[in-house]
């Protein structure tokens, strides 16, 4: 299916919420109905207008099997609803009653070691399982049939944070899904399985489809093909629920958008969320900050364009933190307006909506410590006050809603490559996707460049520069799309070890790398991986003292153009960027992985040769530039992450302030502006 699109175009015109929707999760049940009062008085007071109801309340709801007990849930829609605050109603399957399991204990996940895990905590359940299909779609027809028409319900939360806990199990009954999917995928042809698996090495060819496992524990190294097959029918099986509860609830309430919300942060690998996205009425993400990481507004701008791109459009925010978390080995707090600078950050990325875990914290669970809108200390708080500051600002940016980003940059993004680059048996161990990926989105973050993610194989024809950092596995067509960019007079950048391998995992023969050797005029016959703390000097068109680390390779050229060479160890004048003219367009190497100031420098030039500009002129320093452009105005965010303040030129009304703006804007030390620029 296609997300619905309103007359401007925008994913979430389907949500039918005015403005930028503003709450959290809101879990009632934890709390005696006494204090529901207070809830509905202070959510009035921080401006709420929707909250996620009943994620973890399955227990409560179904307390046996086929009996249901509808009566608090159907006081919350109620109050919610006098209240004047909407209601995100979830499914609650991802959180089985411990009665569930007594019953099918089969139903339990199993680890690649073989042990089967046991209930007590969330996701406790095998993907696979019939015995959870049936009662997580039991479930699910039973609240769609009670509450379809309620007028409190504006969207389904279909489960929560699918594959964050159960992303594989290696049970028996998976194995036999497993094999089922094998089937679907080879045509039923054994013999392409095998072929594709290159499952002559050591002696795996199979002669049967029941001799096909999951990779579970084994004495050396799986194969990669398996591996990734693995990957991918494991991301494609939680997809299958997700799918059903989505079909279940459309049957009986068709014009209730549904979503579930998805986990495109630092942590979290899982799930093909190219596949998953246009299964859902309406996108929507979790986003947490790593507690060590110097630069997580980077990490939350990456997210905020990756699920920009996955839903064409605006999404909902509909997770992340007023504060601390409880799951990290350190929980940092937030400093002072570093939740207000996230939230609008979201909204610059294209967020229509901005939610919370959770609306009151806990005071018993695994989550107690989890901070949340109405903290342990209540209201005289400074998240309370921050939570309130926020619903206003919300509140000014309302007429945002629906407006989009242009970008014509994108990063090439794939979850299939991600799964084979970290796979063991690499050249080097030391490569992660995410780290390759992020290295080239933060000098354009610092430039204020606007950039859209795409997979491999996407219609290319709006943007001028495309970028791919680490494309180790690319598919035939994904090759091609990508090079027929460049020489229809775009310009193409690729990373290191991109173009490897095949979307089987096989090697691409004739020297490296792989698929892209023609398109960029080189051809490597070797690798030279560099240890940890190993770094290699550049020479040539690059600032004084760039060095490299992580990544070597011999390079020969072939029709390119040496841009940078090593200037010492084994490779000493061996070329580590190029610069190739494949018919109309361009297309560069880095072979190496530059210091910052280097690749800063690097794709700079880069993006100059391919006439891309940035959101202002004249960047500054810790200010984060983003602009939303509406059918009637352009909204341009500015973020100081610095602390310094700054003053920005701009023409049109600054939103949070209301006041007028000629000339420049200022933006407070650490804080927000936002200015509508009038077409």
Known sequence: MTHPKSPDGSPTSALR?????????????????????????????????????GIFSWALLEPAEGRYDFSRMDRLLDLL???????????????????????????????????????????????????????????????????????????????????????????????????????????????????????????????????????????????????????RFSSDELLSLCSAEREVLRAVAPTVPATTNFMVNFSIDALDYWRWAPELDIVSNDHYLQSTDPGSEIDLALSGDLVRSLAGGPWLLMEHSTGAVNWQPVNRAKLPGEMRRNALAHVARGADGIAFFQWRAARAGAEQWHSAMLPHA????????????????????????????????????????????????????????????RDWYRPLWHAGVAVDFVRPDAD??????????????????????????????????????????????????????????????????????????????????????????????RVRLAGAEPIAFYADGPL???????????????????????????????????????????????PTAGVEAVRRTGPDADYLFLIDHGGSGAEVPAEGVELLTGKDVTGSVTVPAGGVAVVREPH
Not at 27 to 50: F, I, K, T, Y
Not at 190 to 219: C, M, V
């Open 81 to 231: 609803h006098e209240n004047g605050i909407a209601a995100d109603l979830a499914t609650p399957t991802a959180a089985p009653p411990a009665w569930f399991f007594r019953r099918h204990p089969e139903a339990l996940p199993v680890d690649k070691d073989g042990r089967t895990l046991s209930y007590g905590s969330r996701q406790t359940f095998c993907p696979s399982s019939a015995a959870y299909r049936e009662a997580a779609l039991r479930i699910a027809r039973a609240l769609g049939e009670r509450y379809a028409e309620h007028p409190a319900v504006v969207m389904w939360h279909i489960h929560n944070e699918y594959g964050c806990h159960n992303a594989a199990c290696y049970c028996d009954t998976s194995a036999d899904a497993f094999r089922r999917w094998l089937k679907a995928k080879y045509t039923n042809d054994l013999k392409a399985l095998n072929h594709a698996w290159g499952t002559t090495f050591w002696s795996q060819w199979y002669y049967d489809w029941d001799e096909i496992i999951p990779p579970r524990a084994t004495g050396a190294d799986p194969n990669p093909a398996h591996l990734l097959d693995w990957r």
């Open 17 to 53: 919420v005015p403005g930028i929707a503003y709450g959290g999760d809101y879990n009632p049940e934890q709390w005696p109905e006494e204090v529901w009062a207070e809830d509905m008085r202070l959510m009035a007071e921080a401006g709420v207008s929707m909250v996620s109801v």
């Open 460 to 553: 290319l024809s709006a943007y001028r520069l495309v970028l791919a950092p680490s494309l180790y596995l690319v598919d035939d067509a994904g090759a091609a799309n990508l090079t027929a960019f460049a020489e229809r007079g775009g310009t193409l950048a690729v990373g290191f070890h991109s173009g490897a391998v095949d979307g089987n995992c096989h090697v691409r023969l004739g020297g490296y790398p792989g698929a892209f050797r023609d398109v960029l005029g080189v051809r490597a016959d070797e690798l030279f991986p560099l240890l940890p703390g190993e770094a290699l000097q550049l020479t040539g068109a690059v600032p004084p003292d760039a060095c490299a680390t992580l990544w070597s390779e």
């Open 378 to 437: 209540g209201t005289d708080s400074q998240i309370w006050r921050d939570v309130v500051q926020l619903g206003a600002d919300l509140g000014a940016l309302a007429e945002v809603r629906g407006s989009t980003t242009i970008a014509h940059v994108a990063v090439v993004w794939d979850w299939n490559a991600r799964w084979a680059l970290e796979q063991p048996s690499q050249p080097s161990g030391e490569l992660r996707f995410l780290d390759l990926v």
């Open 572 to 618: 000493k004048d061996v070329p580590a960027v190029t610069r190739h003219t494949p018919g109309g367009g361009t297309a560069w190497y880095i072979a190496t992985r530059p210091d910052p100031v280097t690749l800063a420098a690097l794709l700079g030039r880069v993006c100059d040769e391919a006439g891309v500009q940035p959101v202002l002129a004249t």
